[in-house]
């Protein structure tokens, strides 16, 4: 008899390890197709970070559409951009974010956190970037770049642009998010903190211990976040003064009013991550200006009449300016539809799901670039300010995550997305009214952000 219980015990554990099997095969059959010959746990990292968007454009034409890999120590689903698989995408929620890039974005700051955290410090992070309040940025944006644009011609000589433009966006990001301004020394120190800490982004053994390089960025960061509490406390006791109490006019300032964002260490990770977004993108986008610009001349004589003609190079540049310049705007979008400065759009997978007719398993990354040459713009490769004009007015398809995505969508879409843009509008008037550039060279960079990085000299424009 009990002989008989322990063969029926085996033949229940064989069938239910075979039926296991069986599943897990099926499973996996249904996975996307994928490359199985990759390093373990780093899988394909290496060869993605050196370019991102050209190694997702290999994988989708080598397997023909929708693939998987191994990514930043997560498996990952590469998506070839459809309606349905966009929209899908954009209704996940969740960033899958390696653990390294939280601890040095900032494990409570807005990219990094999901719901509900997410709800509540997106809320919150909204408010400096309402219509009225950007409106109130322009002055400063207009000083900056009037400020910088006149050094840069003074100087007269042929050089890389980056680290000047790096100077102008990082103070602009300085000026409008925390309210820094005019201070040299300050400036150059929150740079090199920046510089020093988000070096970490591209490491691939994010290891905080002594003696590991990464263990450096986390030092800068540590800097930078006790720069940051000592300027928080400052604007608190301002804040306080019942004479200052009502001059909001930066985005830390906007916040800093809300009570519920009392939490110091959200509040230093809001600097944190606000700079951080908040300069490279624009640093990235104005050196694809100035390539794109003298790659087409015909459209670049085109800017300079219709700026000209809105604007008299002097007086306060306002919204119906910034309005009033449909192509200028085109080429602004085309510029960010073909280089885009974030070259991919990720999400994390919240329970198995179908995508593409396959079974994408609960927790791997998605992940889709949306400029690639898969993207459904028609001829996506060849640049044209006519695909944003529709009977000579701007035609924004921002908010279509098909065809453009570069601020990608849903409810984590770019928060800085219409200050971006402000930004950029003051600073190509500024340039296309009184300046010029002679382009030595430009050079695609991939990592971290996609620009063409520029070599050359910036002069006052003739006429
Ligand atoms: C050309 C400039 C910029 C580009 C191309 C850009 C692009 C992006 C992209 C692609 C995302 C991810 C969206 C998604 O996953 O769906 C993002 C998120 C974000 N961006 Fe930007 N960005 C730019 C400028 C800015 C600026 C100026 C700020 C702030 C001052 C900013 C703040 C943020 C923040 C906080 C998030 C996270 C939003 C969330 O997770 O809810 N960005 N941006």
Known sequence: MEHQSQKGLIAFVFAA???????????????PPGSPWSLPLLGETLTYVRDPLGFIEAKLSQYGGTCRSNLLFAPTVILAVTDANAKLLYSERDMAWPTHFQKLVG?????????????????????????????????????????????????????????????????CAEAVILGVENDRIKSDR???????????????????????????????????????QTLIEKKRKKLKDPCRMFQVNTMLDSVLQAEEMSNEEELSDFCVAMMFAGHDTTLASIQSCLHWLKQCPDVESLLRQEVREAWDGGCRLT?????????????????????????????????????????????????????????????????SIQRHLRDGKFFDCTFDPVYFASFGGGSRMCIGHKFARDEMLVFLLHFLHGYDVQLASSKLQNFPFRLWRVQGTICRAEG
């Not at 400063?140 to 100087?155: G, P």
């Not at 003696?211 to 540590?222: D, E």
Request: net charge positive; aromatic share 10%; glycine share 4%.
């Open 190 to 228: 929150f740079m090199e903190l920046y510089e020093e800490a988000f070096k970490g982004l591209g490491y691939v053994l994010p290891f905080d211990i002594p003696g590991f390089p990464f263990h450096k960025c986390m030092l800068a960061r540590k800097l930078l976040v006790q720069e940051f």
């Open 107 to 171: 494990k409570t700051s807005l990219p990094m956190v999901n719901d509900p955290l997410h709800k509540k410090i997106r809320t919150l992070s909204s408010r400096p970037f309402g219509d009225r309040q950007l409106d109130t940025y322009l002055p400063c944006l207009q000083r900056l770049s009037a400020k910088h644009l006149e050094l840069w011609a003074e100087e007269g000589q042929c050089r890389e642009l980056h680290m000047e433009i790096k100077k102008y966006a990082f103070e």
């Open 319 to 383: 919204r119906r300016i910034l309005d009033s310049i449909p192509q200028t705007r085109a080429f602004l979008q085309e510029v960010w539809r073909i280089t885009p400065p974030v070259s991919v759009v990720t999400r994390e997978v919240s329970k198995d799901t179908e995508i593409d007719g396959y079974v994408v398993p609960k927790g791997w990354t998605m992940l889709f670039a949306p400029a690639g040459r898969h993207s459904k713009a028609e001829d996506s490769r060849s640049f």
């Open 17 to 31: 390890g075979v039926s296991a099997c069986v599943l897990w095969l099926r499973r996996r059959r249904r996975l």
